[in-house]
């Protein structure tokens, strides 16, 4: 259970109290201010009585376990989209303290801890170790996650130069995709282009780059279907690529992605792509 401080403050300011004169008969200030501050969790007795003073009920100002951690691992969720894996970082910390018994949540859990020593760490070995764990979670049901483990596991052995590992991964990837293309459809827009446009990227590095075009068309399929900019300038990008190493002509695929980078204001594809459209003496408008 967590008490959220902020709302009991919120409800005793609406009604015009100080912290004495709530605390007045049942606790101290300093336990009120605690609370407010510190979201200190006081003994039921106390809370029942505060809440009744401020003349709310309970659930307003309290959550529990299973609320407090799928509202985390949404958070995780938000800033792995963004790519942003400091913020991944510090709602995992959130979660060390708090008992964890939904499988579905251990397995995202173990699957964020590797991909932050996989992407902030570089510890490929610890990496693959929490991919594992993850991938040990019994559950009978297989979601979009399941694909995004098995592709970062081939990348984390990519970058170890174990290619003949990486590449068991990348197949069992590709037959979970395989069998679960309605799922794929049908899921957060989000999900369903991440999983194609690390496949397209793991696909390049394994040198499979008609799987890479596949795979980057399927992303770009939806995201354009969805109206986004989500992740499009990388997988024109990782298409553009495939389809150069393939001997297409591929400068308006990477002209779309430079120009895409450019207004997402995706720093390190617009700089990667600055340099590509300069050495390729493309004429961008």
Known sequence: MKIL???IRHY???RGIS???LADGICTQATV???EKKDKIPSMEILVRICERLGITMNLVIVNDDSQIYSIISDIKKSFYQDDFDGISDKLG???NINVNNKQEIKLIHFFNGLIEYVTSKNYDKAIFDFNRAMNV???NVDMYDILIDVFTAKAYINKKSVDEARVYYNQAKDLIKS???KIGDENYHDSILIYANMADLSL???????????????????RKEQTLFKLDEMYCYLADAGTREGQKTDEDYIKAYVISSISENKPVFEKLKAKVKDMHLNIF
């Open 5 to 7: 401080g902020e709302k």
């Open 12 to 14: 005793r300011k609406l």
């Open 19 to 21: 912290q004495s004169e």
């Open 33 to 35: 201010s605690l609370i």
């Open 94 to 96: 959130k979660l060390k």
């Open 138 to 140: 019994n559950i009978a």
């Open 180 to 182: 679960s293309l309605d």
């Open 205 to 223: 590095k394994l040198d499979d780059n008609q799987k890479a075009m596949e795979y980057a068309n399927e992303g770009i399929f939806i995201a």
